[in-house]
C-alpha cells in the first residue's frame, strides 16, 4: 500500500557545495548528512540530495511504503516493470523504481529514518 508521498531526489555534481546551496535555500541544516546521501525534511516532504555525475538528470519522485518489497512485487504484478531493482542505499533506506504501463518512472521507498508527524 503506497503511504503517499515523501521524497524528490536530485542528482548534484558536488553533493558539499549543493548541500550549502539547499541548506540556505530551506533554512535549516539536512536531518540526513552522509557522503553518499543528504535529506531534508520540509514540510512532510524529503528534499534529497545524492551525489551523480548524472547532475541535473530527471528528478525522481518517491511514494513511500512500509514494505517496499511487497509494494514492488505488487506493482509488477499490476503491469509495472523494474527500472532499478530494490537497493538498500545505507542505513536502513531502501528504494526501487518502476516503469508503470505507461512509460512514467514511480520511485518507491521505505525509509525508517524519515516520520511524517501527525
Request: charged share 20%; glycine share 12%; no cysteine.
Amino acid at each position: 500500500m503506497l503511504l503517499g508521498l515523501r521524497t524528490t531526489i536530485y542528482a548534484v555534481s558536488d553533493i558539499d557545495a549543493a548541500k550549502a546551496w539547499y541548506t540556505k535555500l530551506v533554512g535549516y541544516a539536512p536531518y540526513f548528512d552522509e557522503p553518499y546521501y543528504v535529506g531534508y525534511s520540509v514540510g512532510g516532504f524529503e528534499l534529497g540530495l545524492i551525489p551523480s555525475e548524472d547532475a541535473g538528470a530527471d528528478a525522481t519522485t518517491y511514494w513511500g511504503t512500509e514494505n517496499i518489497a511487497a509494494e514492488l512485487a505488487r506493482a509488477t504484478a499490476l503491469g509495472a516493470t523494474i527500472e532499478s531493482p530494490m537497493r538498500d542505499v545505507g542505513s536502513g533506506v531502501k528504494v526501487a523504481a518502476v516503469i508503470d504501463p505507461f512509460g512514467n518512472r514511480v520511485g518507491l521507498i521505505e525509509n525508517p529514518h524519515f516520520k511524517i508527524d501527525s
